[in-house]
């Protein structure tokens, strides 16, 4: 059973060099590594990446890594994260694809443990499944998320999954961080390029909930979010202008894709309008560029109206 491990990056050395002595140490190491770099990057700025990025990892790790940019490939940059992710997961060919976030880290069993629990769970389970585990924040015991029980499509918003004590749960939607599954599954479902970023991910999951493809997150494996502070604006994805566009313009991309008729019935009449309230509200508590963001929201919430998207 050969695994890669897909890491999308915004070419933060400093991220990258703590997952990759993480994945370095692993005791069970992966086929191969792959890290897209979203960066236009020259020749010169790509050979000093790579030089400082593997300077100190053991060969034999090293041998398994590729670093894909501009330079040594076909790839784009600036096309956003899920064309990122669908790069990395149709340049893989081995059986398995471990997409992860550059900002996390691990012990040194977490690729044995992944392995050896979707193993043990695919016993209780009748067809394929994707796999994550339970994220912690940063090196504390605090648990971040174990991901989204469902949509709550009159109020717009995601339902927070807790798994109390159970050592695994199926979910309707996983953020994007860490995400474990066989390659062809990845190759069928994919990524929405429409997508640049914000919704990208809980598309993603939610639709391979209604593909029959059970999505499960596990207790008994845990990854650590090494994210940084943010204020709540950040946090909610809506601090730019262009933050705000892509959560007003895709939250409805994914109801128009996703939601049945009584689910869009619910949404277009009630949860679209509390949710931009309640966006505009933080906007004008917590905000800077007020106008801007408002202005940012405003456009998306009514356009819907216009375009077909």
């Known amino acids: 059973m050969s695994i890669s491990i897909v890491i999308p990056s915004r070419w933060n050395i400093t991220k990258l060099e703590w997952l990759l002595q993480s994945l370095n140490s692993q005791t069970v190491l992966p086929d191969k590594v792959y890290i897209i770099v979203d960066k236009n990057f020259t020749k010169d700025e790509y050979n000093v990446f790579s030089y400082l990025l593997l300077k100190q990892l053991e060969d034999d790790f090293k041998n398994v890594i590729s670093i894909i940019t501009n330079i040594n490939s076909d790839f784009v940059p600036s096309k956003w994260v899920s064309y990122v992710r669908n790069y990395g997961i149709d340049i893989s060919n081995t059986d398995f694809i471990y997409l992860i976030d550059d900002d996390n880290q691990f012990d040194q069993d977490f690729v044995k443990n992944s392995l050896e629990n979707r193993i043990k769970i695919n016993e209780n389970t009748w067809k394929d499944f994707l796999l994550s585990p339970t994220i912690m924040y940063r090196e504390t015991w605090r648990i971040q998320s174990q991901w989204m029980s469902d949509f709550n ?157």
């Open 153 to 309: 499509f009159l109020l717009s918003k995601v339902v927070l999954n807790n798994l109390g004590t159970n050592p695994y749960g199926k979910v309707k939607m996983i953020g994007w961080n860490s995400l474990l599954w066989p390659s062809w599954i990845f190759r069928e479902i994919r990524f929405d390029e429409r997508f640049e970023f914000v919704y990208e991910d809980l598309d993603f999951s939610y639709r391979t909930y209604l593909a029959w493809f059970p999505v499960i997150v596990s207790r008994e494996l845990k990854i650590n979010h090494m994210e940084r502070e943010k204020n709540k604006l950040e946090r909610i994805f809506i601090w730019t202008p262009k933050d705000a566009y892509q959560k007003a313009r895709n939250r409805i991309l994914f109801v128009k894709k996703v939601a049945d008729k009584l689910q869009r019935l619910q949404f277009f009449w009630f949860g679209l309008w509390i949710q931009t309230l309640w966006f505009i509200f933080n906007v004008v508590v917590y905000g800077k560029n007020r106008l801007g963001l408002i202005k940012a929201i405003y456009k998306w919430t009514m356009d819907w109206i216009k375009y077909k998207i």
